[in-house]
């Protein structure tokens, strides 16, 4: 498959409009285990990043370029967890992507895996934390070995978002261990961590895209 | 909840604003960005930097805090959330006089990630010296066997009237550093949560508790806290959060110890000084001498309703420096 | 309400004990009579005393402004009630050095027949020159014919300040009455409430008000204000109270003001600072000229939800008593 | 008639108990027109009158001593705006009954034409101002009319009482012109002035204590 710089901003884009609508779930999610802020976190930084779409981004096709600005936005208008968490994921993975105006199945595998890699060696959490770690994870070890055989991305990313859904579904039954409710105990037992919500979102929202660029 | 705001996507930047207006002998937006703001007054040669910073809605912490004898720059993050490496970055350039920089910050995951960041940055593009101490006072957070692990609240305060005493004093970043991390080392903090705060872009309760609820150990930020129960007499909740602070840091008869009962917004002084005298009472019965006493809202969350208690052990080099005059915005003392 | 309290009927006790022992440098409680405090170091010989005091449930006001550079002494009454001309009449004899003694209070029934009777006694009893001012502040509270029967809020605070410093400097009784009368008559203050208070032995709130609702004009006590509506965006309540002040008192380009932004319990220093900045915006675009500024809790209502804008003109005098330092447990000015 | 020094501390414990009973009512009133604390405020203050009664009054038979105590009392308790309106009315009334243990119809109306005419002066509140003056004047001016007549206390107070109840009502229609609630305007009709109604309530219970008193 190819995605396009214009595609890989209609991503970015999608998760704009995603998030939107997410950010009360989100916030939801926070308030019970958090500080109830990452649904707003994630809509300062999306926003921001949306407006970098809008305005220098605008011309480019760099999808290296896109993926720095990206992280590098998010960052700047978020900080929180997720700042560093998810800027650093779109900064590494834009390796991937430099100087490329049009991805093959490779890059965007490159791509996934550099930027989950980036998000775990940031955040230093382990699967079973409670965090996006939980969702990401999975993700990372389907997509690496359904690529492998395969050598195909998208068939690789549709078992990954798959098993990043299971793990994010598995952060209900998690007592929390890092961040700001892990000593909350039992009382964080039946909710889902709002990362690792917002993470499998992100994944399932690039997934959507490339399916529709697909078709269309 | 009703607030006096304009655009609730814009209360921080607008608060600064308004800040930066109010005292503008004592502190200033930098240019390079706007989330950073440094005494207005130049840092002094030789002097070490000290740097705070974290979310905003804990007013008057942390912009309230930069001035003489405290910190000489604050990054500001949006409310509850930890500053991008950014400001921080730009604050410790603009503060650092070659003698480099402490950082003082509560231990929380996105604090400890962008400062982290930060730190790295100000050595790989500027060499910088970045020393940091993170403060983790709350008990209620992790337990004694994961210390490290523990929030920092309202004892920040103490910290970073410590480092910015001996910064003050001429200290170098080492033991500027050093003494920061024994204040940190010596403080304990234990809250009681009563009524919520809400974020001003989802008005909603940040938790319910019902009307004649509390909770212990409840977080700077809502977080949930380690016990629910009935409302109970001041005294009793005085007696149980100096007791958790007590066993978790046993203290010896004749020992000096500096007290903070910290509002968290819309408690009121009367109720500060009811506790107070709890924390009073226990302490002179068991012999431990209260040194200096602060009563107040020093580190808040929004308008959430309760307190946290605060000791702090000080030995005669830290009795020093919380006797050290100060001049911010928000805290001053002769 | 959930309070952190023992026994309601006993909060403004306890909280004197506890600010008591929190201060013992400070402030010292009569032996002749509990509900009077002075400073704790006398008052100096040849100065003219300076007496202030109202009902509890304001603090920082009163009790808070008791210290070098503001008052001598305060008679603490019982929540929102004047105290009685004992605690007064106390004050007054330990802090009257022969130069006379100034009382500063709010111009309510009570606080007129309480300070007014103690002012009597002080003088047939003991020989003692009492002088008064009464703070009229609260522009809503009277229209401008009746100035005179307007009530004292927040800008209790300058004329306190005023008379203080005018009476550290050493000026004569006389002066000192004067300087606190202009500085009373040259200021002016506008509140919005948004949420009530409730006294600790009642818990029932102080008034009604919807969830998008805002009273201007609101008392110190609760007291209805004068126009109900619908909860504005800050700039737009800061425009309209900034206008009823400078409606009622005219300043002209170039003049010199101080400005208080004052909140009333549980609004959040955030929201006082976004107000603050639309006040400066608008005294700037009128070309007038911030002297010094002070935004916090000052005046509180129990945890009362709003706040007030008070601006004082300044002249060549007054800037500098404004200016004059100031060290009280609950205010430190350099 | 004749009431005795045990019949008027009577008096002053069966004015405890009602003022205990009319808390909450009296706030409420309070609440909508003021600062919400009169009933707590009048309940200070005789709690503290009903310790001395319990205390350093107990043997005293001086119904002039007993009377400067509680106007001093209840003064010392509260100030407020009604502890120097209720002292004063305690203490001037004291003069009428100075030296005495036992008291007759003259000296009771001359001990509450001193209490009114104490309050007046003290407060220098008129009719119409929306104040406990509204209760008292009129009770005032009845007493004195009728007691001329008849030189009966019981009867002349008992139409005293009469006026002062309708004085009270009479409130209700008022615009508030004194005190706290002075600048409220068209908003303070439809409420009873609290201290016109404690007023009311303390001259009712009087009359209800002589009556029970003569019965018995
Ligand atoms: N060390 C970490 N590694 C990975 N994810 C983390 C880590 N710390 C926190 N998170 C994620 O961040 C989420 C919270 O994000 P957010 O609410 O935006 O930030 P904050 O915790 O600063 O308020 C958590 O739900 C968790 O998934
Ligand atoms: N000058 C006055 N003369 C007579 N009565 C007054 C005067 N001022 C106030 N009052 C009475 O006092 C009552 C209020 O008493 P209270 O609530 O106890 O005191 P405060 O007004 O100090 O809170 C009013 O309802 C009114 O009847
Ligand atoms: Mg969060
Ligand atoms: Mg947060
Ligand atoms: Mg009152
Ligand atoms: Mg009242």
């Known amino acids: ?216 | 909840m009703k607030k006096l705001i304009n655009n609730p996507t814009k209360v921080v930047e607008e608060m600064i604003e308004g800040y930066v207006k109010a005292y503008p002998k004592h502190v200033r937006q930098l240019a390079e960005n706007e989330r950073a703001l440094v005494t207005a007054k130049a840092t002094r040669e030789g002097k070490v930097g000290v740097l705070i910073g974290g979310g905003s809605g804990h007013e008057p912490a942390f912009i309230g805090y930069v001035g003489d004898g405290m910190a000489d720059g604050v990054a500001v993050g949006n409310i509850f959330a930890s500053p991008p490496p950014d400001p921080i970055l730009e604050a410790t350039k603009a503060i650092d006089k070659g003698e480099g920089v402490i950082y003082v910050y509560g231990n929380y995951a996105g604090d400890v990630m962008n400062f982290g960041m930060a730190a790295e940055l100000a050595d790989l593009e500027s060499g910088i010296r970045v020393g940091s101490v993170l403060v983790t006072d709350d008990v209620a957070s992790a337990p004694k066997a994961e210390k490290e692990k523990r929030r920092g609240i309202a004892g920040e305060f103490f910290v970073t009237k410590v480092a910015g005493a001996a910064a003050d004093k001429g200290y170098n970043l080492d033991d500027v550093v050093r003494v920061a991390q024994k204040a940190n080392d010596y403080t304990r903090t234990m809250g009681v949560g009563l009524t919520p705060c809400s974020l001003p872009q989802t008005g909603k309760p940040s938790f319910e508790l019902a009307e004649n609820e509390m909770e212990i150990g409840l977080g700077h930020h809502g977080e949930p806290g380690i016990e629910k129960g009935e409302l109970q007499p001041a005294d009793q909740v005085v007696d149980r959060l100096v007791n958790d602070i007590l066993t978790d840091m046993p203290i010896d008869l004749g020992e000096k110890v500096a007290v903070l009962v910290n509002g968290l917004g819309s408690t009121t002084n009367m109720e500060l000084y009811i506790m107070f005298r709890r924390v009073e009472q226990i302490l002179s019965e068991k012999g431990i001498e209260i040194h200096r006493s602060y009563v107040g809202s020093y580190s808040t969350s929004l308008e959430m309703g309760g307190a946290s208690v605060t000791i702090t052990r000080l030995d005669e080099e830290l009795a020093a420096f919380v006797d050290h005059p100060a001049d911010c915005p928000m805290y001053v003392q002769k």
Chains 1, 4 share one sequence.
């Not at chain 1, 939107?20 to 999610?29: A, F, P």
């Not at chain 1, 964080?188 to 490339?210: C, H, K, Q, R």
Request: with cysteine.
């Open chain 1, 1 to 216: 498959m190819k995605v396009t710089a214009e595609e890989l901003k209609t991503f970015l884009k999608n998760v704009v409009t995603m998030i939107e609508e997410q950010k009360d779930y989100l916030c939801e999610l926070d308030r019970k285990l958090g500080d109830g802020d990452h649904g707003v976190t994630m809509s300062i930084g999306w926003q921001a990043v949306n407006e970098k779409l809008d305005g220098d981004l605008k011309e480019e096709v760099d999808c290296g370029k896109i993926s720095i600005l990206t992280g590098r936005t998010f960052l700047s208008a978020v900080g929180s967890s997720v700042g560093p968490l998810y800027a650093t994921g779109f900064m590494r993975g834009a390796k991937a992507f430099q100087g490329k105006s049009e991805l093959k199945d490779e890059d965007l595998k490159d791509f996934w895996v550099a930027f989950i890699e980036g998000i775990k060696e940031r955040g230093k959490a382990e699967v079973g934390d409670k965090t996006m770690i939980d969702t990401l994870q999975p993700a990372l070890e389907s997509l690496q070995a359904d690529f492998e055989k395969s050598n195909n991305f998208l068939s690789a990313f549709e078992s990954a978002v798959q098993a990043a859904e299971k793990g994010m579904e598995s952060t209900k039954d998690m007592l929390s261990k890092r961040g700001r409710s892990s000593r909350l105990g039992e009382r964080s037992l039946g909710t889902t961590d709002p990362g690792a919500a917002s993470a499998f979102m992100i994944l399932n929202t690039f997934l959507a895209t490339i399916k529709s660029v697909q078709v269309a």
